[in-house]
């Protein structure tokens, strides 16, 4: 299954090493034979994750002696299940899925050593134009939601909840029926094909969807959900046990492009993950960057915290997708974090 992913997805990741090529040894006095090659699964293509596209255009893996070939693996259980068999070496996902794993009691489970977003990344997409919405109006309405046991899906839940809206399946009107049954992957396609009242979509998918006239953002449910662990790197247990300088390296190239992008413009983030989205006017990525500087998206640093990660489980408990809290101290590694923060300025 994950070598037809891989094969699907074969632009993708040829884009991502065609990036990589342009930026070798910019920065760094490492050479081919020097660097690690690591295969990086990342949940979906997405300017949300506009640090990673920058680290890997502004040279930063570079310098670390680090070579990325990036696959979309689309969804967090399919970037999981890429992870633990070795599909992929390092995961970008919901830390949701190592909760999981971790809980079917897999002995080489994931461990996040590295956050890269801090807020959910999806907007609230309208077929009418609405400068007034209120979450009121999704009673009777029905949502497409993504699939059921994923981040954006529960978070989304969390937000409707937090609103004091009803969850059911429109028979009441004061009910907000969210659908699970439609795939992230398709979700912005079934919406534009007349599917449901409202669909929550991340970028670029939002912003393709009103460039057609087919739906307008109304809302950030990032901006409503608060601060939560939304995408992290992880790896299997034993994999960081063996690898960790290469691990340590990665944060490092991580933590850069975090700081890159904080500390430069929408159009100069544009500007630098433009490879990745080579079918996107510029101006609509600076229009993207800046929804997403705008709610303050993306994290600071690569620390993962544990009062954030039990948001998390507090939403996924309130979904009904957890019977019981993984251990923070587990499933989660901050040392190259933190190491990263003491030595990169």
């Given at each position: 299954m994950f070598k037809k992913i891989s094969t699907l997805l074969a632009v993708a990741t040829s884009l991502a090493l065609g990036?990589?090529?342009?930026?070798?040894g910019a920065s760094s006095d490492a050479t081919d034979k020097d660097m690690t090659k690591l295969t990086v699964g990342e949940v979906t293509h997405s300017i949300f994750y506009a640090p990673q596209y920058a680290a890997i255009t502004q040279g930063f893996f570079d310098e670390e002696g680090i070579e990325i070939d990036l696959i979309n693996t689309q969804g967090a259980d399919k970037t999981m299940a890429a992870l633990?068999?070795?599909?992929?070496?390092?995961?970008?996902?919901?830390?949701e899925a190592s909760i999981y794993v971790y809980n079917k009691g897999n002995d080489n489970y994931a461990v996040n050593f590295a956050q890269l977003t801090q807020k959910d990344g999806s907007f609230l997409v309208s077929r009418?134009?609405?400068d007034n919405f209120s979450f009121n109006q999704l009673k009777g309405k029905e949502v497409l939601g993504g699939r059921k046991g994923g981040v954006p899906e529960m978070t989304l839940e969390y937000v409707l909840k937090k609103n004091n809206l009803t969850l059911g399946t429109n028979t009441k009107s004061d009910e907000v029926n969210v659908r699970t049954d439609v795939q992230f992957n398709v979700l912005s396609g079934s919406f534009a094909g007349g599917e449901g009242d409202y669909v929550?979509?991340?970028e670029p998918a939002a912003s393709e969807i009103e460039k057609q006239g087919k739906g307008y953002v109304v809302a950030s449910i990032g901006e409503e959900s608060g601060l939560i662990p939304y995408t992290?790197?992880?790896?299997?247990?034993?994999?960081?046990?063996?690898?960790?300088?290469?691990?340590?390296?990665?944060?490092?190239a991580v933590y850069k492009g975090q700081i890159w992008v904080k500390n430069h413009t929408a159009e100069e983030v544009a500007t630098a993950i433009e490879p990745f989205f080579t079918d996107f006017e510029k101006k609509d990525l600076v229009s993207v960057v800046e929804r997403y500087k705008s709610i303050d998206a993306w994290s600071s640093d690569p620390v993962l915290k544990e009062d954030s990660l039990n948001l998390l489980m507090n939403v996924m408990k309130e979904a009904n997708e957890l019977d019981k809290k993984a251990p923070y101290?587990?499933?989660?590694?901050?040392?190259?974090?933190?190491?990263?923060i003491k030595n990169i300025k």
């Amino acid at each position: 299954m994950f070598k037809k992913i891989s094969t699907l997805l074969a632009v993708a990741t040829s884009l991502a090493l065609g990036v990589t090529g342009c930026t070798k040894g910019a920065s760094s006095d490492a050479t081919d034979k020097d660097m690690t090659k690591l295969t990086v699964g990342e949940v979906t293509h997405s300017i949300f994750y506009a640090p990673q596209y920058a680290a890997i255009t502004q040279g930063f893996f570079d310098e670390e002696g680090i070579e990325i070939d990036l696959i979309n693996t689309q969804g967090a259980d399919k970037t999981m299940a890429a992870l633990l068999s070795g599909e992929v070496d390092i995961g970008l996902m919901g830390p949701e899925a190592s909760i999981y794993v971790y809980n079917k009691g897999n002995d080489n489970y994931a461990v996040n050593f590295a956050q890269l977003t801090q807020k959910d990344g999806s907007f609230l997409v309208s077929r009418e134009k609405n400068d007034n919405f209120s979450f009121n109006q999704l009673k009777g309405k029905e949502v497409l939601g993504g699939r059921k046991g994923g981040v954006p899906e529960m978070t989304l839940e969390y937000v409707l909840k937090k609103n004091n809206l009803t969850l059911g399946t429109n028979t009441k009107s004061d009910e907000v029926n969210v659908r699970t049954d439609v795939q992230f992957n398709v979700l912005s396609g079934s919406f534009a094909g007349g599917e449901g009242d409202y669909v929550a979509l991340f970028e670029p998918a939002a912003s393709e969807i009103e460039k057609q006239g087919k739906g307008y953002v109304v809302a950030s449910i990032g901006e409503e959900s608060g601060l939560i662990p939304y995408t992290a790197y992880s790896a299997p247990k034993d994999y960081i046990k063996d690898n960790k300088e290469v691990i340590q390296r990665f944060t490092n190239a991580v933590y850069k492009g975090q700081i890159w992008v904080k500390n430069h413009t929408a159009e100069e983030v544009a500007t630098a993950i433009e490879p990745f989205f080579t079918d996107f006017e510029k101006k609509d990525l600076v229009s993207v960057v800046e929804r997403y500087k705008s709610i303050d998206a993306w994290s600071s640093d690569p620390v993962l915290k544990e009062d954030s990660l039990n948001l998390l489980m507090n939403v996924m408990k309130e979904a009904n997708e957890l019977d019981k809290k993984a251990p923070y101290e587990k499933i989660v590694d901050t040392g190259f974090a933190n190491e990263s923060i003491k030595n990169i300025k």
